[in-house]
């Protein structure tokens, strides 16, 4: 993977911020919060989707490729999956349907407290930023 992650910075590919924050908006409307898409091409018309972040199961993985391959409608874009496994993903869920089903409460937890909740969460066991990868998107 870290070849692929060179070889697609190498090949200038240029990103296309629109077409990724559709992509991710609509994963996040798919039930999946905590995962991105970057999506971009090549000068020469090649296309790639990255998608990274965190899920609870290999099912929620799969998931977010069969949604984010279902949106482009688009067999030849290339796909480099880099969402990581996290079981206590699933935790956000149920605290999130739990404080929408009170009547008169605050609303649920902004996005970004609840992605630095459960980074800080995989890091206090054991996780680790995948190795040549940057900074996660929001």
């Given at each position: 993977?870290?070849?692929?992650?060179?070889?697609?910075?190498?090949?200038?590919?240029?990103?296309?911020?629109?077409?990724?924050?559709?992509?991710?908006?609509?994963?996040?409307?798919?039930?999946?919060?905590?995962?991105?898409?970057?999506?971009?091409?090549?000068?020469?018309?090649?296309?790639?989707?990255?998608?990274?972040?965190?899920?609870?199961?290999?099912?929620g993985r799969?998931?977010?490729?069969?949604?984010?391959?279902?949106?482009?409608?688009?067999?030849s874009v290339?796909?480099?999956?880099?969402?990581?496994?996290?079981?206590?993903?699933?935790?956000?869920r149920g605290?999130?349907?739990?404080?929408?089903?009170?009547?008169?409460?605050?609303?649920?937890?902004?996005?970004?407290?609840?992605?630095?909740?459960?980074?800080?969460?995989?890091?206090?066991?054991?996780?680790?930023?995948?190795?040549?990868?940057?900074?996660?998107?929001?």
């Open positions: 993977m870290l070849a692929l992650c060179g070889l697609v910075r190498a090949q200038n590919y240029e990103i296309d911020q629109g077409t990724s924050d559709a992509i991710t908006k609509y994963l996040h409307m798919s039930e999946l919060p905590m995962v991105t898409a970057l999506y971009s091409t090549s000068p020469g018309g090649s296309k790639q989707l990255i998608l990274r972040g965190f899920v609870a199961t290999q099912f799969d998931d977010a490729e069969r949604i984010a391959t279902g949106y482009l409608n688009d067999p290339k796909m480099f999956d880099q969402i990581l496994l996290d079981p206590h993903v699933e935790d956000m605290a999130q349907q739990s404080s929408a089903g009170d009547a008169g409460s605050q609303s649920p937890s902004s996005p970004d407290q609840l992605w630095n909740k459960t980074m800080q969460g995989i890091y206090q066991n054991g996780g680790q930023t995948p190795a040549g990868s940057g900074p996660m998107l929001p």
